[in-house]
């Protein structure tokens, strides 16, 4: 469809058209124009699998394949993982002749608590955006329109249809918008859709500043934005902010307001026709695309298989002393050993996320079927559920119901125990199931329900030989966790999460997963501890930039396991991290390459992660961060070389003064590691300024900012040296160098401004004109001369 031709149709279009074009006809529905030939586009929830609403009963769903969550699809920490989730998902799109997936979300995981944390990749915003981009390429390669949620901070489900975020702008480009932007300009998504919450005070729906001025004009996004679903508070604003599509159908009433708010002047028809543009172009390439091929037909089988193979690279080996893993496939010399299976999660499994993304399946592997089918004669398999078993298929709450298994059954427990302690290895099976954690509520703490908790701790007690596995969508406390042998975090795996499970245990695949999120010790250590506030209208950020792994590095607080931590069955070396050229300018590319060989007896693949360090920082930044990443699958023996390629996003900081990137010029540190607390290899890069950036000074910079600049430094040591006999100067001993290094360490955190304080006998006058001439030293200029005017 040409910009001629939608110059005519938008002409065509009457005023109340256009206002209905940007309106759902029902709840998943965009409004047609059929005069016009501009048809309804139907839209629906994901992000882990097709969940098609039928008619108008919001829990009466198609039958769809349910992939890994996010949470365990970033674990795999393989963008080609997630490209092939959104492929798969694209196609049962197709089939269904549904043109938009509302997927993937990305928001970053700021606490542990967040009830929507399993819908979320990670914690980390450069991790996030690599496997959203991939998704995104995946489920757009097959024709249907991939969707960015939620934008932005939506980080919370407590009172997230009206709360206020507030977040320093340092934060907000850093850490919460910068995974859209990675997404927005290297997967160039259909759709995206702004969030309930307010950013600082506006509504996302209404905010100009992210939906025009930087999801456009900086990141050059030429798609439409929607909102969530009941997420536009003044359809008018929204319009004039850069909101395209308002869903589900507020049935006319959003429409007769931006009617009304174009004839009273108070929104502008050129943002009425700019939303109506873009509206067009939308739907016709949605028909365009649906119509460009044929159907496919979907082989239930076939994609059943695709996510089991995805699965298996998304199960994380936190621990495996001993090793007690991979458990033996052939029988102990007095015949087949014993193995305990407890736990009601074993034959009751949680392999998906609660709410709008919950999936009707066709199927699902069931863990104690799969063990116990791959035991053989190797394993007499027995099973005790330990505590009772949970509806798992929960598709929305609005509060926490109870939990089943929050209570302590002593007799199931007392069975499991004996049935563990006849045994030779026990596996324990435990979780959160959707009554803890679901869309529409925050977990209220981090701790498995008490009667699973209970059930752990005596089953370990009884049994040496036990392995935990957790079926969850975010972290829990494990004050067990050095009584378990091994513990085997699956999250939510999928429809063939199990299977994959059962696999691994076995040996028959060696586990690949990584941590896309730090698990803390307890509650008490994590940075937003207080984050989810009982305050129901407004959120502080105080931690800053310090989310995640930024905060435990920052503050040296030991986790229980690491971001970007996870075992295999062998063992990998790292060598020779080399970088091609030892110093460049902050606008050419760092090249950088590192050797990895699988040193063990197994076939199996490791993550190498790069994070970048700058230690010399003179303004607050993280210790490190992961600014690139590759999945490596190595046979025993073999040894390949993994490149980088970092450009100046990667060493940039975000300047609130400047409102723009910089990079520091500096010595940086690369840091190959296999998590963030296990970095094998450093090296530096020297990274200089191109066009050099000079400081500006005035009479409230602090006196030891001033010092860090060789030019400046020495100005202020001319300056002091006429006062030391006439002012305080004189109390401090020392040459006019010395007694400037005294001045800075004493008086460092002050203002300029502060020497002239009463009583120090320095001209307030004096002090103005140094920081002229302290701007000019910064430059390279003179102008000694200027102080004694």
């Known amino acids: 469809m040409g910009e001629r031709d939608l110059d005519q149709i938008l002409q065509a279009l009457t005023l109340e058209e256009k206002a209905g074009l940007g309106s759902g006809l029902n709840d998943h529905f965009t409004k ?38 996010d949470v365990a699809t970033a674990s795999s920490w393989n963008p080609e993982v997630a490209r092939r989730v959104g492929q798969a998902i694209g196609r049962e799109c197709r089939a269904e002749g549904v043109s938009v997936i509302l997927g993937p979300a990305m928001n970053i995981k700021r606490t542990p608590l967040s009830g929507r944390n399993f819908e979320y990749f990670s914690e980390d915003p450069y991790l996030s955006g690599k496997m959203a981009a991939a998704y995104v390429r995946g489920v757009q390669g097959e024709g249907v329109g991939a969707c960015l949620k939620h934008f932005a901070a939506n980080n919370q489900e407590f009172s997230r249809m009206c709360v206020d975020a507030k977040i320093g702008q340092r934060a907000l480009r850093e850490i ?81 307001r931006v009617v009304k708010a174009v004839k009273q002047g108070r929104l502008e028809q050129a943002d009425l026709d700019a939303a109506a543009r873009r509206m067009l172009k939308f739907v016709f390439a949605a028909q365009d695309a649906l119509a460009a091929s044929p159907k496919p037909v979907i082989d239930a089988d076939a994609q059943h298989g695709i996510a089991r193979q995805l699965a298996e690279e998304c199960v994380v080996l936190l621990q495996n002393r ?87 059954d002593r007799q199931l427990i007392a069975d499991a125990v004996a049935r563990a302690e006849r045994a030779d290895v026990a596996i324990v099976f435990a979780g959160l199931p959707e009554t803890v954690e679901s869309e529409g509520f925050d977990r209220a703490d981090m701790r498995l329900p008490a009667g699973q908790e209970e059930l752990v701790t005596a089953v370990l007690k009884a049994q040496p030989n036990t392995i935990v596995v957790l079926n969850n969508g975010s972290p829990v406390e494990m004050p067990w966790a050095d009584q378990a042998k091994a513990i085997v975090e699956s999250y939510l ?6 299977f994959a499970l059962a696999r691994i245990l076995f040996g028959e695949v060696s586990p690949s997963g990584k941590l896309a999120e730090t698990i803390p010790r307890r509650l008490s250590d994590t940075p937003g501890v207080r984050a989810l506030s009982a305050d129901a209208r407004q959120t502080e950020y105080g931690e800053g930039i310090m989310v995640g792994y930024r905060y435990y590095d920052a503050k040296g607080v030991e986790p229980a396991f690491a971001f970007g931590h996870g075992l295999s069955y062998t063992t990998f070396e790292y060598s020779n991290l080399t970088i091609a050229r030892p110093a460049v300018f902050d606008d050419e590319t760092v090249e950088a390459t590192v050797d990895v060989a699988n040193t063990g007896g197994v076939a199996g693949a490791e993550v190498v992660q790069l994070y970048v360090s700058f230690p010399a920082a003179r303004v607050l930044r993280p210790k490190q961060e992961l600014k690139g990443f590759a999945k490596v699958f190595l046979e025993p023996g073999e040894t390949r070389t993994v490149a980088f390629s970092l450009g100046a996003d990667a060493f940039a900081r975000w300047d609130e003064t400047a409102e723009a990137w910089l990079v520091d010029a500096g010595d940086y540190e690369l840091r190959a590691a296999a998590s963030s607390r296990d970095i094998r290899l450093v090296a530096t890069v020297l990274v200089a300024n191109r066009q050099p950036r000079h400081p500006v000074f005035d009479l409230n910079t602090p006196i030891g900012e001033i010092a860090v600049h060789p030019g400046a430094r020495a100005m202020l040591v001319q300056f002091v040296k006429p006062f030391i006999k006439t002012s305080f100067l004189r109390q401090l001993p020392g040459t006019a160098e010395e007694i400037t290094d005294q001045l800075i360490t004493r008086f460092g955190d002050m203002p300029l401004r502060s020497l002239a304080l009463t009583g120090n006998q320095l001209p307030t006058k004096a002090i103005e004109r140094l920081t002229e001439v302290l701007n000019r030293a910064a430059r390279g200029k003179k102008g000694l001369g200027l102080l004694f005017k």
């Open 32 to 69: 047609p124009v059929e005069r016009l030939g501009i048809g309804s586009i139907e839209v629906e929830d994901g992000p882990h699998g097709l969940r098609r609403q039928l008619g108008d009963d919001a829990l009466a769903r198609g039958q769809a394949t349910c992939f890994p969550a």
């Open 176 to 256: 919460y918008l910068r995974g859209f932007e990675i997404a927005v300009r290297e997967a160039a998504p259909m759709t995206i859709m702004a969030a309930y919450n307010k950013i600082n005070g506006v509504y996302c729906t209404e905010n100009k500043q992210l939906l025009t001025d930087i999801l456009r004009g900086e990141w050059g996004f030429d798609g439409i934005v929607m909102s969530d679903w009941g997420a536009v508070n003044r359809r008018e604003s929204a319009v004039a902010a850069g909101l395209d599509l308002e869903m589900p159908s507020s049935y006319g009433y959003g429409d007769r």
């Open 493 to 498: 795996g999928g429809q063939g999460g199990a």
């Open 322 to 408: 001993g090793p007690i893993l991979p458990l033996a496939t052939q029988a102990g010399p007095d015949g087949p050993r014993r193995l305990a299976i407890v736990g009601g999660l074993a034959k009751h499994p949680r392999y998906q996320g609660g709410g709008s993304s919950n999936v009707n399946v066709r199927r699902f592997d069931v863990p104690f079927d799969e063990i116990a089918g791959r035991a053989g004669g190797a394993w007499e398999v027995a099973y005790a559920p330990g505590y009772p078993a949970e509806d798992n298929d929960v598709f929305f709450s609005l509060e926490p119901p109870s939990s089943p298994s929050a209570r302590p």
